[in-house]
């Protein structure tokens, strides 16, 4: 027993190492679902987009770039998913540069399984330069902000835009933001302005910053981080790459925890018997 314990005590890290790898990537590759508990915040967004007829029409700003995709991409996948099955049609644009190439390949695969049509379900603008004078330009004049869409179509040849003559003719905007240009510019030079209803998504990181604007109604709900992406996909009831991102959490942070408790209590063990001898 002894030697075991000083051998547990010289346990080269490189096996740590190896564990903690191997359990976080055994959930990724078979997710269990372990028990998510969903907050107010992921449940107000969710409820107001459930709440929306039929043909509504809805903007999804994809707010980020290659670095936010482990926890904001899920999101817009979970998002899309919902509006889709609810019949909304979808507006996807981008305020990133880099974030072109994520909102089409989001707004494609979602598409493809909704069996949904591009200029009649869902529009892909593309990346909108100027950050807030982009915004204010789409509140003035839609068409003069996006003369065409991403693949080049123009506005007024496209049969879901018909009507659209600025945000005051979308009812939901939603933000998903890795920072500025994100949720605050939609709000200051969008929403307070134009009067469409705004939620937000954000990594876990920033989370904490939205909340005063969650607490006052500024936006009506915030999804914050992966464990915000898994909520929503349980609402869903479409298990995804957040649930199983979740997973791998847990049980790396399970495993940590007990090889923090197993080497404490054989230093202890340790100590004792070099007392008894002493």
Not at 8 to 19: P, T, V, W
Not at 24 to 49: A, F, M, N, R
Not at 186 to 209: D, N
Request: net charge neutral; aromatic share 10%.
């Amino acid at each position: 027993m002894s030697t075991f314990i000083h051998r547990l005590l010289r346990l080269d890290r490189r096996i740590i190492f190896l564990l903690i790898g191997v359990m976080t990537l055994l959930p990724l590759l078979y997710p269990v679902g372990l028990p998510v508990y969903v907050s107010p915040e992921v449940k107000k967004i969710y409820d107001h987009v459930e709440s929306l007829p039929a043909g509504t029409l809805i903007l999804l700003s994809f707010d980020f770039e290659p670095g936010g995709k482990p926890e904001l991409y899920p999101m817009a996948i979970a998002l899309l998913r919902q509006a889709f099955q609810k019949n909304l049609k979808v507006l996807g644009m981008t305020l990133w540069p880099a974030g072109a190439g994520l909102a089409e390949s989001a707004l494609t695969q979602v598409a493809q399984e909704a069996g949904k049509e591009r200029g009649t379900d869902y529009v892909f603008l593309g990346y909108a330069p100027g950050d807030a004078n982009a915004v204010i330009s789409m509140g003035q004049d839609f068409r003069a902000a996006f003369p065409t869409d991403y693949a080049g179509t123009k506005i007024a040849a496209i049969p879901l835009l018909a009507n659209v003559r600025s945000l005051r003719d979308i009812a939901y905007v939603i933000s998903l933001s890795v920072g500025f240009p994100g949720i605050e510019t939609w709000y200051v030079y969008g929403k307070e302005k134009y009067g469409f209803e705004l939620g937000g998504g954000c990594t876990a990181v920033s989370a904490p910053r939205f909340y005063p604007l969650l607490n006052t109604g500024q936006i009506n709900g915030l999804l914050g981080g992966l464990r915000g992406a898994a909520e929503y996909e349980l609402l869903i009831g479409a298990q995804g790459k957040a649930i199983a991102g979740m997973d791998a959490q847990s049980a790396t942070h399970f495993l940590i925890i007990l090889l923090i408790a197993i080497c404490n209590a054989a230093y202890f063990l340790t100590e004792q018997a070099r007392g008894r001898r002493s």
